[in-house]
């Protein structure tokens, strides 16, 4: 496979929110699906959620988590692009202190379990 | 006597009724030697019937622009020692999101028809009549609008730009910079006219901030931000409207 000729960082951060995007919007339907089952059958719901024990299914919510973080973070990073009229040095000290914030906050989640 | 290198090199051919092909020429390496310099040996020395545009040779024009290694660059200012990197051979192609007319030379009229529909043209304030409008240099707006008066229409950023490839609609950055420009000039009477130019479909909310534009702009420019700044001032004018 061919190289993307022009891919930069901010071409790579823009393609992650779609195709991240894209995958959450194929999950949510079948999220939405069993979430209903809690309403219409509970017995259904129960023998599901007994999967999710399963190796394989934790690793598929791993990336589901993963998604939805990468879109999130992918959001707050466009809207701040757009909305704020930051120079680059500004832009640069947002996404250190974002960055910084975010490795003190995972230290404690790490010690908290 | 050292020995002579060479550098390979792929060129697209055929104009826009051709299915494009390419042909590969060996072209003598040398010192400081720019795109340009390569693909005017081959038009001089290899195949005189080779199309492509040039003007100044020293970054002012903006007319030399290639696709080269998939990338859009001003090939009179890009060192083919940069390009080439580990790669075995030059591929030089036209513009991309643009037309070809022959070989590597672009249509470049959709272009600047886009500057034109984005209003990119000045709305006086005043006539010849009165006196000039002072300006004042050190305000916020016109630090904006001067961010992006360098631009040399060399249309890289519109070859970068994706959102081009798939909205033929969509103005592109260079029209949406300069739309941006004029909306921050002190001496611009109708910034609605702007707005309403930019905001329509194919205006600056189809921008999906990529920042190819930014990334590839020679001169270091920075259209994304310009258009983000249109993005704003539009909801602005939303709100207030609609408040």
């Known amino acids: 496979?061919?190289?993307?000729?022009?891919?930069?960082?901010?071409?790579?951060?823009?393609?992650?929110?779609?195709?991240?995007?894209?995958?959450?919007?194929?999950?949510?339907?079948?999220?939405?699906?069993?979430?209903?089952?809690?309403?219409?059958?509970?017995?259904?719901?129960?023998?599901?959620?007994?999967?999710?024990?399963?190796?394989l299914v934790k690793?598929?919510?791993?990336?589901?988590?993963?998604?939805?973080?990468?879109?999130?973070?992918?959001?707050?990073?466009?809207?701040?692009?757009?909305?704020?009229?930051?120079?680059a040095p500004q832009k640069s000290l947002a996404a250190a202190a974002t960055a910084g914030a975010f490795l003190v906050s995972t230290l404690f989640l790490m010690r908290a379990i | 006597m050292t020995e002579e290198t060479t550098i390979k090199v792929r060129v697209q051919r055929g104009t826009a009724d051709d299915t494009p092909r390419f042909d590969r020429f060996e072209v003598p390496a040398h010192d400081s030697?720019?795109?340009?310099?390569?693909?005017?040996?081959?038009?001089?020395?290899?195949?005189p019937g080779l199309t492509?545009?040039?003007?100044?040779?020293?970054?002012?024009?903006?007319?030399?622009?290639?696709?080269?290694?998939?990338?859009?660059?001003?090939?009179?200012?890009?060192?083919?020692?940069?390009?080439?990197?580990?790669?075995?051979?030059?591929?030089?192609?036209?513009?991309r999101n643009l037309p070809v007319i022959k070989d590597l030379a672009a249509d470049l009229d959709p272009f600047f028809d886009k500057w034109v529909a984005a209003e990119g043209r000045h709305h006086p304030t005043r006539t010849r009549h009165d006196p000039i409008a002072p300006v004042d240099p050190g305000s916020a707006e016109r630090a904006q609008a001067s961010a992006g008066i360098e631009c040399i229409n060399c249309a890289v950023c519109y070859a970068a730009c994706d959102t081009v490839t798939g909205n033929?609609?969509?103005?592109?950055?260079?029209?949406?910079?300069?739309?941006?420009?004029?909306?921050?000039d002190a001496k611009e009477a109708d910034r609605d006219a702007i707005l309403d130019a930019v905001t329509g479909p194919g205006g600056c909310t189809s921008c999906h901030s990529m920042g190819s534009c930014t990334a590839y702009c020679p001169n270091d420019l920075d259209p994304?931000?310009?258009?983000?700044?249109?993005?704003?001032?539009?909801?602005?004018?939303?709100?207030?409207?609609?408040?």
């Open chain 2, 224 to 243: 994304m931000s310009a258009i983000a700044g249109l993005k704003r001032a539009a909801a602005r004018r939303y709100f207030r409207k609609a408040g």
């Open chain 2, 168 to 184: 033929p609609d969509y103005l592109g950055p260079a029209a949406l910079q300069r739309a941006w420009t004029l909306f921050n």
């Open chain 2, 52 to 95: 492509y545009r040039f003007a100044c040779r020293v970054g002012m024009c903006g007319s030399c622009a290639m696709m080269v290694n998939g990338v859009p660059r001003w090939t009179c200012r890009t060192h083919v020692r940069k390009v080439l990197g580990d790669a075995a051979e030059i591929e030089i192609r036209p513009l």
């Open chain 2, 33 to 47: 030697q720019t795109v340009l310099d390569v693909v005017s040996w081959i038009q001089q020395h290899a195949d």
């Open chain 1, 1 to 55: 496979m061919r190289a993307v000729p022009r891919a930069h960082p901010l071409w790579l951060a823009y393609i992650l929110h779609r195709l991240s995007g894209l995958g959450l919007a194929l999950f949510l339907p079948a999220h939405f699906w069993v979430l209903s089952q809690a309403m219409t059958n509970p017995a259904r719901l129960d023998a599901f959620l007994e999967l999710t024990g399963m190796p």
């Open chain 1, 59 to 87: 690793l598929a919510e791993t990336g589901l988590v993963f998604l939805l973080a990468v879109h999130f973070f992918g959001g707050l990073r466009l809207m701040a692009l757009e909305w704020l009229p930051w120079s």
